[in-house]
């Protein structure tokens, strides 16, 4: 699954679900909605960079840390691309490391760092603390508290999805998460789901996402800011203050480079019409295991994938009525009364 549209979708249908329970945060949520999305993806996918540059055109390709030998623009050589910050070069693979279970809590720490993992039952706890503080002294308004509310929903599918937190039964092709049904996963949920079901416009909405700025409010919650407030008090451990220029520097990155890999990600998708129905592109048919789009859709329908992606909504309202519980005062936010997400 390509992260993006996996995660735009768990925002959406949590979003949805919250609405249909009454919860306080749920206009919020659609008053800012680009970067309540923009938290459901890059508040944690650090690593949305590129991997390469493609010698013959100069053109970035790639997405860091997924390896890239020959350019998928000319089929030539790539070399590797770095970060510029402050007279160093940072390798995709070296920020991924740095920063990325420092955005996901629950997993993806390096070996030597795994002992500061968050537990799930603690989850709601340092969500509650971060947004607490961002309210405390942020001065954070609708608009960062939607950011967070959506890297919260990222962090919940993530866990579940890659079998994090039990609990997730999809057995789709071969499995719950895996090389060859990540595919039917994207291109079911952005057709089937996403434009048939929804009537969702894929072009304006990653295009709204990748255009919202940096949440200063993202750095507290990686804890590479000055430690402070009760997410200091309740999670002493981890924090690295010497790492919050660089992680901004990074979360810039992630927002330029987002927008040419969800143009990529648009024409990848696209469906053409073939003798037999609808045909997707070769490279993914191939991927999926030989699957026509028809037979994606089928698997889909026979592995019920449509009812896994409600479960994971419901599970991360779930984590949102938690959150609300041990932070009341979000119910009040005038959300009105801060700039809208760009």
Request: with cysteine; aromatic share 8%; charged share 20%.
């Amino acid at each position: 699954m390509s992260g993006l549209i996996g995660h735009t979708m768990y925002g959406i249908l949590a979003r949805h679900e919250a609405r249909a329970r009454g919860l306080p945060i749920a206009g919020l949520l659609a008053r800012h909605d680009a970067t309540y999305l923009c938290g459901a993806y890059l508040g944690c996918d650090i690593q949305t960079m590129p991997e390469a540059v493609c010698v013959d055109t100069g053109r970035e390709v790639g997405f860091g840390t997924v390896p890239v030998e020959r350019s998928p623009i000319t089929g030539g050589a790539v070399r590797p691309w770095s970060l510029a910050f402050d007279g160093r070069e940072y390798r995709p693979r070296a920020l991924h490391d740095r920063f990325y279970g420092r955005a996901h809590l629950i997993f993806g720490w390096t070996a030597a760092e795994r002992q500061h993992a968050v537990p799930w039952d603690h989850l709601a706890d340092y969500v509650a603390a971060t947004i607490g503080d961002a309210i405390d002294f942020l001065g954070a308004g609708g608009r960062s508290i939607a950011y967070l509310f959506g890297w919260l929903v990222h962090i919940v599918g993530d866990s579940l999805i890659k079998s994090q937190h039990p609990g997730l039964r999809l057995h789709l092709v071969d499995g719950t998460y895996t090389p060859t049904n990540r595919p039917i996963q994207d291109l079911v949920t952005f057709h089937e789901v996403g434009r048939a079901e929804l009537g969702l416009d894929w072009e304006r909405t990653l295009g709204a996402l990748a255009a919202t700025p940096v949440e200063p409010a993202q750095l507290h919650a990686m804890r590479v800011a000055r430690p402070r407030g009760a997410l200091a008090a309740i999670f002493p451990n981890a924090w690295a203050p010497g790492d919050e220029a660089l992680a901004r520097c990074v979360l810039a990155e992630n927002r330029r480079y987002l927008a040419p890999c969800a143009e990529r990600l648009l024409d990848e998708y696209r469906l053409t019409d073939g003798p037999d129905g609808p045909m997707c592109d070769a490279t993914l048919s191939r991927l999926a295991g030989g699957l026509t789009y028809r037979q994606m859709v089928a698997a889909a329908e026979q592995a019920h994938f449509r009812d896994a992606l409600d479960f994971i909504a419901h599970e991360t309202v779930d984590l949102f009525e938690q959150v609300l519980d041990r932070e009341p005062r979000v119910a009040g936010l005038d959300a009105t009364s801060h700039p809208a997400a760009r």
